[in-house]
């Protein structure tokens, strides 16, 4: 499976921005799916998983209510919506995969990586 992460871009505190990942293959519905992020000088952090069908997600403690994970099969894509962005949101966000109908928080459970995509926020 191959992931190509696209939607990033500069936006005002409180804005919105929506994420897609979109992958290579036929098997895309028998993997879960995560986000994560990677701001300059720290180690990457949980951002939302889902499982395979989509029934089942869990968040990061830090973006709990604000952002939403989604996926629609039928078009091999996985997205992220971001919503009352704030600065601290500021990161590289990466979208990975992993075989199974599990969802997880680690990103050693995922064996596949997007090339990550830029989001920035301004106050």
């Known amino acids: 499976v191959q992931l190509q992460a696209s939607g990033g871009g500069l936006v005002q505190a409180g804005g919105s921005l929506r994420l897609s990942c979109t992958a290579s293959g036929r098997t895309f519905s028998s993997y879960g799916m995560g986000w994560f992020r990677q701001a300059p000088g720290k180690e990457r952090e949980f951002v939302a998983a889902i499982t395979w069908s989509g029934e089942s997600t869990l968040y990061g403690d830090n973006v709990q209510d604000r952002f939403t994970i989604s996926r629609d099969n039928t078009k091999n894509t996985v997205y992220l919506q971001m919503n009352s962005l704030l600065p601290g949101d500021t990161a590289v966000y990466y979208c990975?995969?992993?075989?199974?109908?599990?969802?997880?928080?680690?990103?050693?459970?995922?064996?596949?990586w997007g090339q990550g995509t830029q989001v920035t926020v301004s106050s």
């Open positions: 990975a995969g992993g075989y199974g109908r599990w969802v997880s928080t680690r990103s050693t459970d995922y064996g596949y």
